[in-house]
């Protein structure tokens, strides 16, 4: 079995490491603003919290881009994505948007599926331990996050492009050097080079030993997994940053000691803010408030939704976090919110900016036929829908599926689809107006159907019961 790579890069390649990259055409440097320029504007805009190491290394951060740039050699950037769920979610969209931003300005990026340290669990930010997964379901997830970093990256390349030359957007699995390993082999060739009063002094170790449930060695050599993955990143891709969430400074702080021990080589980290629901709360599936970015668990229009029910005092913040609108631009758009308010024109374009970048156009323009058939109840809206919309749409509502015989009246249709009670009940439940089809109010029991009015031109019809209560019906054999 493969053991661990512990081979040290020369200093002199410092300016331009190896990889598997092509390097940026000449006069690549014209087209941009300069990568410190890239640092500065990022900065600015609230998406890069942090530098580490910040100073007292032989070439500073700003001045590696800057220097990478001029020498038309790209640096290569990383980030980590834990498969312990089926989906990435609205907390893991900063940090791709990192990776984006420094795509556009011609370096190359990884998005990293953690494949392996999933199993253990990072305590990085967590009062209590991850439910274990085992390897069938975090080989699961993992595949399904593949597809969606690679959906992600497909629309950011398709729908955003500046017409300048990008670098390479790739996706990696860390248990592809993980898997052929031995245990013993790994601990002795790795292990030497970290000290235990170090690795106890992280805040999230700290923190986790001293709650009543303390913390497994499995959440405890995380770090040292993840110190692993940035030094193997660095010796095959020339990997010289990481980027991560506030809450991960530890783990990046044990690679870069790692690396530098190694190698006698400076690598860098840039964390990102947090973000925090309107309580507090960091947003992701463990908070139980997570707004996935898997269609099957988020449709368009509820990820529409979220953003477009921001408040005043956040969507300035967001647009700035959240999309790649300059900042002048965001600027002209919070003066013409001022002037009209009730437009809601901030949250309305940063929801369409960020749904575009998630399910791409269709999908955005799924959200705004949603928004339509729902809000404003149009009719048009509905008639264009699939039968996927209507059901993202109305996630409560029974879907029947019926035969459209000569006759059919509004009566019969409510009661094949068990929208009303038999009898005097539910048919006083029609004369009384509380049931409308395709939003309109119908008080005729009797009255027989007609297409184009109950029965819509994709064939379907949207019955609503009362204020809340939806059924959808398929009509067949039309």
Not at 192 to 219: C, D, I, N
Not at 301 to 319: A, G, I, K
Request: charged letters at 20%; aromatic letters at 10%; hydrophobic letters at 40%.
């Amino acid at each position: 079995m493969a053991a661990p790579m512990l081979r040290c890069i020369s200093p002199s390649r410092w300016f331009c490491t190896p990889g598997p990259w092509a390097v940026l055409p000449r006069g690549l440097r014209e087209a941009h603003s300069g990568s410190k320029g890239l640092l500065a504007v990022q900065k600015a805009r609230g998406l890069f919290k942090e530098f580490f190491p910040d100073k007292g290394t032989k070439v500073e951060l700003p001045e590696l881009f800057d220097r990478s740039i001029a020498g038309n050699c790209p640096q290569t950037i990383y980030c980590g994505f834990d498969p312990t769920a089926d989906s990435l979610h609205v907390g893991h969209l900063l940090t791709l948007l990192g990776l984006f931003h420094f795509q556009r300005a011609g370096h190359n990026v990884i998005a990293l599926v953690g494949g392996a340290t999933a199993r253990l669990g990072d305590p990085s930010g967590r009062t209590k331990e991850r439910e274990a997964l085992d390897a069938e379901r975090v080989g699961s997830n993992a595949r399904a996050l593949r597809r969606g970093l690679e959906a992600l990256a497909a629309h950011h390349q398709q729908l955003f492009s500046n017409g300048r030359a990008w670098g390479s957007f790739t996706v990696l699995d860390n248990s592809a050097w993980y898997q052929e390993q031995h245990l013993v082999d790994f601990l002795a060739a790795v292990g030497g080079h970290f000290r235990m009063g170090t690795l106890l002094s992280r805040l999230s170790v700290q923190t986790r030993l001293k709650s009543p449930e303390g913390m497994s060695l499995a959440e405890f050599l995380y770090q040292v997994l993840q110190a692993y993955d940035f030094y193997y990143l660095f010796q095959r891709y020339g990997c010289r940053v990481q980027l991560g969430g506030s809450d991960q400074l530890g783990n990046i702080t044990s690679g870069y000691e790692f690396i530098n021990k190694l190698t006698g080589e400076d690598v860098f980290g840039i964390t990102l803010p947090l973000i925090t629901s309107t309580t507090g709360a960091k947003l992701g599936k463990s908070a139980g408030n997570a707004v996935w970015l898997s269609r099957d668990k988020t449709s368009p229009f509820e990820l529409y939704q979220f953003f477009v029910r921001q408040p005043d005092d956040s969507v300035e913040r967001y647009l700035k976090l959240f999309t790649f609108l300059p900042l002048p631009e965001i600027d002209h758009i919070m003066q013409l919110h001022v002037k009209e308010p009730e437009k809601r024109g901030p949250q309305k374009r940063l929801a369409a900016e960020v749904t575009k970048l998630v399910h791409g156009q269709e999908g955005l323009d799924s959200a705004k036929r949603c928004t339509q058939a729902l809000y404003h109840s149009s009719v048009d809206a509905l008639e264009v829908m699939s039968d996927q919309e209507l059901k993202e749409l109305f996630k409560e509502a029974s879907f029947s599926e019926l035969v459209l015989d000569p006759g059919t009246s509004v009566l019969d249709t409510c009661r094949k689809a068990n929208a009303i009670p038999d009898g005097p009940r539910g048919y006083r439940m029609i004369t009384e107006g509380g049931v409308s089809i395709n939003h309109r109010q119908v008080t005729n029991p009797e009255s027989v159907l007609v297409v184009g009015q109950h029965i819509l031109k994709n064939g379907l019809s949207l019955l609503k019961i009362g204020k809340r209560n939806f059924y959808i019906i398929k009509w067949l054999q039309l």
